[in-house]
Nanobody
Framework: QVQLVESGGGLVQAGGSLRLACAAS????????MAWFRQAPGKEREFVAV???????YYADSVKDRFTISRDNAKNTVYLQMNSLKPEDTAVYSC????????????WGQGTQVTVSS
């Protein structure tokens, strides 16, 4: 069982930056694909960014060129650097882990609130 704990959320003005972190328990972090999702009030959860075991990255069009996902396998942590934040980025951000042998995400964190004021 893997536990994921997010941190770094908060209130920021439009145009500002935040860096989210997701710390994972266990000894097999480097074997997981890690992703960030977000869910705004009244909306469905949506994909934000993913980083594979080999550090390939993919982004939703809405955050491309503003957000950067990275990982530090020595610290069992995945990050989401968010720049040029917009009010529409306001959501609960959650990280997720996918094992090498599955197609869906196997583990989810509780989420961290990001609020961007205009």
């Amino acid at each position: 069982q893997v536990q994921l704990v997010e941190s770094g959320g908060g209130l920021v003005q439009a145009g500002g930056s935040l860096r989210l972190a997701c710390a994972a328990s266990g000894r097999t972090f480097s074997s997981y694909t890690m992703a960030w999702f977000r869910q705004a009030p009244g909306k469905e959860r949506e994909f934000v960014a993913v980083i594979t075991r080999t550090a390939r990255t993919y982004y939703a069009d809405s955050v491309k060129d503003r957000f950067t996902i990275s990982r530090d396998n020595a610290k069992n942590t995945v990050y989401l650097q968010m720049n040029s934040l917009k009010p529409e980025d306001t959501a609960v951000y959650s990280c997720a882990a996918q094992r090498a042998t599955t197609t869906g995400y196997d583990y989810w964190g509780q989420g961290t609130q990001v609020t961007v004021s205009s």
